[in-house]
């Protein structure tokens, strides 16, 4: 299980709004949106990074800022394996703001048998024509953190960008840290709440620490907000605790049975047949018409959960989610 390092607190607010138009993009959302435009010639082997292959250069220019280089060993052309590899992780905008931002991006082809590439296969030890491999290392030539393989997910990997940066004692971004716990499924669960109001639902939910997403829907008659939190951030009986303190929790659900004794709820086995999601129209509710003026800003869903949780009371704290890219498209 990799480790999930530690987020700043997760509290958040936005005014009450209407309207739907942004909801397109709120449901295909999922990602950022950088200010950059994608490198229009890479291979998609390789993503949307624009990558130095001046290997001394990189050496010189990590040295000068301090950035770590991020040394990206893949094969080009490549397999199935690696194709998906860069049109589904390297393409994130989040993801790859990152890496042009706070780190060197360095590009090695693994299958390349003569001249630098080969040169740097060798002096790495990367064997070639493997799958992709990410190293960190330092103007030394020095690993930052331990090598690992089969790392081929964004959790995991913003996980180990975010180790990279501790290593030489550089500030990890907010918003990476945020993208290694919105994917890090080993360790998201749900729970669902009913509740007179599911809007309320996601606005009071939404801030509490430790939860990634909200999801308004309809169980068993009533309006319900479906929640998703990382267990090592939050345990349940401390979100029920919350949930009932913001008169949230009419009935709890969940996939497992339990009594709390801080609520005294009973929580309810939750069946996903029974479960309806509500339309778009009904989901964020308080970001709804600010949203409608950034039709162009994509978000995760836990920047949408947390700015539709903080924007009506505090947005100078919902501000705080978004990456310095999103921040440019706002004006701020």
């Not at 050496?59 to 394996?81: D, N, T």
Request: net charge neutral; glycine share 6%.
């Amino acid at each position: 299980m990799r480790s999930i390092l530690p987020l700043v607190s997760l509290r958040l607010v936005i005014p009450p709004l209407r309207a739907a138009l942004f909801l397109t993009l709120l449901f295909c959302s999922g990602t950022g949106q950088s200010s950059s435009a994608p490198a229009q010639d890479n291979p998609v082997e390789v993503g949307d990074v624009h990558w130095v292959r001046d290997y001394d250069g990189a050496l010189q220019a990590s040295r000068r800022s301090g950035k770590p280089i991020f040394l990206f060993f893949q094969e080009v052309p490549g397999c199935i394996g690696c194709q998906n590899f860069g049109q589904q992780v390297m393409t994130h905008p989040l993801l790859v703001e990152a890496v042009e931002d706070e780190f060197i991006p360095v590009l090695v082809y693994n299958n390349r048998l003569t001249g630098l590439d080969a040169e740097l296969l060798k002096r790495f030890d990367e064997p070639s024509w493997n799958y992709q491999v990410i190293r960190f290392i330092d103007a030394d030539q020095r690993d930052l953190i331990p090598r690992r393989d089969r790392v081929w997910d964004i959790g995991g990997v913003a996980v180990r960008m975010a180790a990279a940066l501790e290593a030489v004692g550089r500030p990890v971004p907010y918003y990476l840290r945020a993208l290694a716990i919105e994917h890090d499924t080993s360790n998201l669960e749900t729970a669902v709440f009913s509740m007179y109001c599911f809007w309320t639902g996601e606005y009071q939910l939404g801030s509490i620490d430790g939860v990634v997403s909200t999801e308004a829907g309809f169980y068993r008659g009533s309006e319900v907000t479906r929640v998703t939190y990382h267990r090592q951030l939050l345990d349940l009986e401390r979100l029920i605790e919350k949930a009932v303190a913001r008169k949230c929790a009419q009935s709890v659900y969940t996939d497992r049975t339990t009594v709390t004794a801080e609520s005294r709820l009973k929580v309810n086995r939750f069946d996903p047949g029974g479960y309806r999601r509500a339309p778009p129209s009904d989901q964020k509710k308080q970001l709804q018409r600010w949203l409608a003026d950034h039709t162009d800003l994509r978000l995760t869903q836990l920047q949408l959960t947390k700015l539709n949780a903080l924007m009506p009371d505090d947005p100078e704290s919902a501000f705080t989610w978004l990456s310095p890219r999103q921040l440019a498209r706002v004006g701020r």
